[in-house]
């Protein structure tokens, strides 16, 4: 049944509804003032972003955040980024931690996918390097 909720054209029906919800909200935004709306209006703004941010993953950029992410669960903790920077040379703690709060834009202690692809999309070149190592 997962399989099911994964086929791409699932996936284009999830955006498309998402895409609405936006425009709904935007449309009642402009007529009503809340601050309920508004609230409202900036989390869809903000979970249609991420569904496009996830969206610009390549390929490439997938198999290295699998190659990070060790334990499969989706995100990337402190000691696999670790681990995984170990392999491209001698970090420092500090460098690592540095390297975390960077990417961790949400301040969870993780890097999910799209906090990577953001950086994917920020960091192209030095991306195309670790791709290398990890491809």
Do not use: W
Request: charge should be negative; glycine fraction near 6%; aromatic fraction near 8%.
């Amino acid at each position: 049944m997962s399989g099911l909720l994964s086929t791409p054209c699932l996936e284009k029906s999830k955006h498309a509804t998402l895409i609405h919800h936006i425009h709904i909200s935007f449309l009642l935004l402009s007529s009503n003032h809340s601050t309920h709306l508004s609230s409202l209006y900036q989390q869809r703004k903000q979970e249609f972003r991420k569904l496009i941010m996830a969206s610009k993953m390549t390929a490439e950029y997938e198999k290295v955040f699998g190659r990070f992410d060790t334990n499969g669960d989706g995100k990337i903790s402190l000691q696999e980024l670790s681990d995984a920077m170990s392999k491209l040379g001698s970090v420092s703690a500090d460098e690592l931690q540095r390297t975390m709060a960077e990417i961790d834009t949400d301040g969870d202690g993780f890097i999910d996918k799209v906090e990577f692809a953001t950086f994917c999309e920020a960091n192209p070149g030095l991306m195309k390097d670790v791709a290398k190592v990890f491809g």
